[in-house]
């Protein structure tokens, strides 16, 4: 354990190092590959490095919508916006939007791009904190806090230095320190150096522990999801949404964009920019194709052990440490402490003294983090792996943070003062901070909302500005403001404002007759309780149902581009076409 | 790969031809295969049902090629002075 806060420092050692070496480099000509690293390196950064094992682990085959709407998003990247963003002769998407539309298209882009880009920073800080916080050993709020002052301190080293190379450095160390103990293991149990190939075992064996278990009732078939089976955690038409938001929301993510194809540094060359993008397909898919690998070796161990019918006093040390932070949950109950657990289980209606699969809760943020430990390939892996995380996040929350600036007009350096921008960052990373102590959802979660918001506000005018000449700047406020409001309201009330939002739209909800009368019941429950404690203790519990069936259609808030996206499409078409041609750009 | 840097704004008055043939191979390999995993579980390939492998990998690995060529025909396409 003492050796944890040693890959604390070489985290912060990484991330300082880059930076202080930036400052010392201008910003030159950096080629396609680099750039691809860089571009790669940017917009996975931390939340989806350390989040999309995650998904797989927790969904099975339905977490892999994240590998395709990541790389589908790359791919459209390369088609339809790098090639002709440099010919833009914009510095940033704000001022793309100016330039290419006038000025309150420019406005509203621009509250888009602070939107999205303060969720991803809100992401990335969540990730900072989650990894900080397992290698010191501390609350997940110091964690958080600490990783919020390295990245000030990061900003202030780096000043106006390159940040390319820098990103590009890092992608390496984050592929490193993800494939290496990957590679190992996969050639050391299953004889094949190659992870995306070599798991094929470990999903049959998955598969078949699976129905062992249900066998002797060490899992409960309502619950198990089997890893190979679709469909049982997202609906088709959910999947397809996540994938839609992921692609169409990488394809126009205002840091890659800014930093990638419209930077004053970047020539206007076609061929290099869509060269980069093909880089960063290449590059992204080696990561985030080996998630599922790593998703798969930890889904084994974990089935392994219970299949073990392991005693609830034997569990191993990791559900402590995760649990601590909130991230395990056994019996219903956060995983604190061997008594703490006993307690629960003992509590339950079929009282327990082995570990099943049903009594077991893993938040899918801490897979990625456990796995050294749950697959026993040791410490020094999730040191590496924790310590590569924090590095990217405070190495690309730069992205993010310099865009939040740029849309609130910190860059124009017309009248600003130097400390201008400066103090802008410093209290977005505030605010960003507070926000992912509070964690109101998870690093995933969080990090998917953020394409999401891109997706919404920004690409239906960002390819009509790009390949529809006809569209003007009427079109391009109608299809931001609808897009952008229909993605607010759908995410802000089924996450915030469930009990209201079901109340409201019951009747569009895919909430059956049971979970209908769960929420009357709950609902019921919370007008009836005592102020107090009491009280507070039944809104959670309505709150939290009610989360899980406020929906339109069955749609849920991950893949609300099914219905932010046609919004914006349409908003953009229709009113393009019943207003005037524009007549410069 | 040949170099083709193009001046600022020299595309402007030509036509931009969208890439018809490379979007419908992304919808095809992100947007349809991944719906028809059930069907396609009954092959294996590297001794991974074939629905599986492809949404966690094989897409990927598919969209890359068509990435590759496709960049390759625009570089063409450019050098030939018709984008």
């Given amino acids: 354990m003492a050796f944890q806060p040693v890959f604390f420092a070489l985290g912060l050692a990484t991330a300082f190092g880059l930076a202080f070496l930036s400052r010392r480099k201008a910003e030159g000509r950096v080629s396609s590959a680099v750039r691809g690293l860089a571009l790669a390196a940017d917009s996975i950064s931390a939340p989806f490095y350390l989040g999309l094992a995650g998904a797989v682990f927790t969904w099975g085959y339905d977490g892999l919508a994240f590998v395709l709407g990541l790389g589908g998003g790359y791919f459209l990247l390369q088609l339809l916006v790098a090639p002709l963003l440099p010919l833009a002769a914009a510095n940033s998407v704000s001022d793309y939007f100016g330039k290419r539309y006038g000025r309150t298209p420019r406005v509203l882009a621009s509250f888009a791009i602070v939107l999205s880009m303060a969720a991803l920073l809100v992401a990335q800080l969540i990730a900072a904190g989650l990894a900080g916080a397992q290698l010191l050993q501390v609350n997940y709020a110091v964690g958080v806090a600490a990783a919020a002052v390295a990245l000030l301190a990061c900003i202030a080293i780096r000043g106006r230095g390159a940040t390319v190379w820098a990103a590009g450095v890092l992608f390496i160390v984050m592929l490193a320190a993800f494939l290496g103990p990957l590679v190992h293991f996969s050639t050391s149990n299953y004889g094949v150096p190659i992870p995306q190939i070599a798991y094929s075992n470990t999903v049959w064996q998955i598969q078949s522990l699976e129905e062992a278990l249900l066998e002797q009732d060490l899992a409960d078939p309502a619950v198990l999801k089997p890893l190979l089976r679709p469909f049982l955690s997202l609906s088709p038409v959910n999947f397809l949404g996540l994938i839609l938001g992921l692609a169409l929301g990488l394809a126009s993510l205002p840091n890659v964009l800014s930093r990638h194809f419209l930077a004053p540094t970047v020539p206007p060359n076609v061929h290099a920019a869509r060269w980069s993008a093909v880089f960063a397909l290449l590059f992204a898919a080696l990561l985030i194709t080996a998630a599922p690998a790593l998703a798969a070796y930890a889904k084994l161990s974990l089935l392994s052990l219970v299949a073990d019918r392991i005693a609830l006093a034997d569990l191993p040390a990791w559900m402590f440490s995760f649990g601590n932070l909130g991230l395990v949950e056994i019996c219903g109950r956060a995983a604190t402490d061997v008594a703490a657990v006993t307690q629960a289980c003992s509590g339950l209606p079929d009282a327990t003294t082995v570990l099943r699969l049903q009594d077991l809760t893993l938040d899918p943020d801490m897979i990625t983090l456990a796995a050294p430990e749950i697959t026993g390939l040791g410490k020094a892996w999730l040191g590496a792996l924790a310590a590569a995380a924090l590095a990217a996040a405070l190495v690309t929350a730069d992205g993010p943070l310099g865009s939040i600036v740029d849309a609130l007009g910190g860059s124009d350096t017309s009248g600003a003062t130097r400390w201008e921008p400066l103090a802008m960052a410093a209290a977005a990373v505030a605010v960003a901070a507070v926000a992912a102590v509070a964690r109101p959802a998870g690093m995933l979660t969080t990090a998917t909302w953020a394409l999401t918001l891109a997706a919404a506000g920004l690409f239906p005018a960002l390819i009509a500005g790009l390949w529809w000449r006809r569209a003007n700047a009427a079109g391009a406020a109608a299809a931001i403001l609808a897009g952008l409001t229909v993605a607010i309201l759908y995410i802000g009330a089924t996450r915030f404002f469930a009990v209201w939002f079901f109340d409201a739209f019951s009747s569009l909800s895919s909430a059956g007759p049971m979970a209908s009368e769960t929420f009357d019941d709950l609902k019921q429950a919370w007008t009836a309780a005592a102020p107090g404690a009491a009280k507070d203790a039944a809104w959670l519990a309505l709150d939290a149902h009610a989360q899980s069936i406020a929906n339109l259609w069955g749609i849920k808030n991950l893949a609300t581009v099914i219905l932010a996206v046609p919004a914006g499409i349409v908003s953009l078409i229709v009113v393009t076409l019943l207003t005037p041609r524009q007549e410069t750009a | ?83």
């Fill in chain 2, 1 to 83: 790969m040949q170099t083709s840097p193009e001046p600022a704004g020299a595309s402007k008055p030509r036509r931009r031809h969208i890439p018809i043939v490379a979007l419908f191979a992304w919808a095809f390999l992100v947007l349809v295969i991944p719906r028809l995993v059930e069907q396609l579980n009954i092959v294996d390939v590297f001794a991974f049902p074939l629905g599986f492998f492809m949404t966690a990998q094989g897409s990927l690995f598919a969209l890359l090629i068509v990435a590759i060529l496709s960049a390759r025909h625009r570089d063409k396409l450019a050098a030939s002075g018709e984008e």
